[in-house]
């Protein structure tokens, strides 16, 4: 058996209290709240400089978020995983990037938020919020955690490869701001977004696919 499913449990709760955040964040956002300006301009100062290895780092490593970049990286996991046989898992990954950026862009032109008037270091276009690339980063690394937990064994290997995509998206939406293509907002509204699908698509796998092999193995 080549899955920890006993220890699973369904994620329709917290999936369900992630897009009621989410939704709020929306609002707030979209109403152009005084609590979202202190937000981003309390985190934009914190956040942005002009160190020259930072500024490097963040014009190159902001491109790892890039929507033709997480595209190839999630056909790539999705023909792995055919490969493998793998065949459930494989239509979680793409159900679940689909779904994500697929919402993402009706809610991007929904809110249609312009992007902060500040040079930007790296080329941006379309509306800002919520920030595509943490959207796309989130979903897809949250995708690689949840697989890695679900069919790496080791503990140690799980462990260190779970902290390892957990990093991606923390740092791809830090670049995000620190290039001044995005609010903080816009990356905590694409975070709260990725998070909420990838556990509305985990719930599905469960419930369709895990569930079924525990009762078939009892």
């Not at 920890?4 to 369900?16: G, L, Q, V």
């Not at 014009?59 to 595209?71: A, R």
Request: aromatic share 14%.
């Amino acid at each position: 058996m080549d899955t920890t499913i006993h220890s699973k449990r369904d994620t329709i709760i917290p999936a369900t209290i992630f897009l009621m955040l989410y939704a709020v964040w929306a609002i707030l956002v979209s109403a152009d709240s005084q609590f979202i300006h202190q937000f981003d301009t309390a985190l934009i100062g914190i956040i942005c400089n002009n160190n020259p290895a930072i500024i490097k780092f963040a014009t190159t490593f902001t491109n790892l978020g890039n929507t033709s970049v997480i595209m190839i990286e999630t056909i790539i996991l999705v023909v792995i995983l055919g490969i493998f046989k793998k065949y459930a898992y494989a239509f979680f990954t793409a159900g679940t990037m689909i779904a994500a950026n697929g919402y993402n862009w009706i809610i991007k032109h929904a809110i249609a938020r312009q992007r902060p008037s500040a040079h930007h270091l790296v080329d941006a276009h379309g509306y800002s919020f919520p920030s595509g690339h943490s959207v796309g980063s989130a979903t897809l690394f949250g995708i690689l955690i949840v697989l890695t937990i679900l069919l790496i064994k080791n503990k140690a290997a799980k462990t260190v490869l779970c902290l390892v995509w957990l990093c991606f998206p923390l740092l791809i939406g830090y670049t995000r701001i620190f290039n001044h293509v995005h609010y903080p907002s816009d990356v905590v509204g694409g975070f709260l977004e990725g998070i909420a699908f990838l556990l509305i698509g985990y719930s599905f796998l469960y419930h369709y696919y895990l569930e079924t092999r525990v009762q078939e193995k009892t």
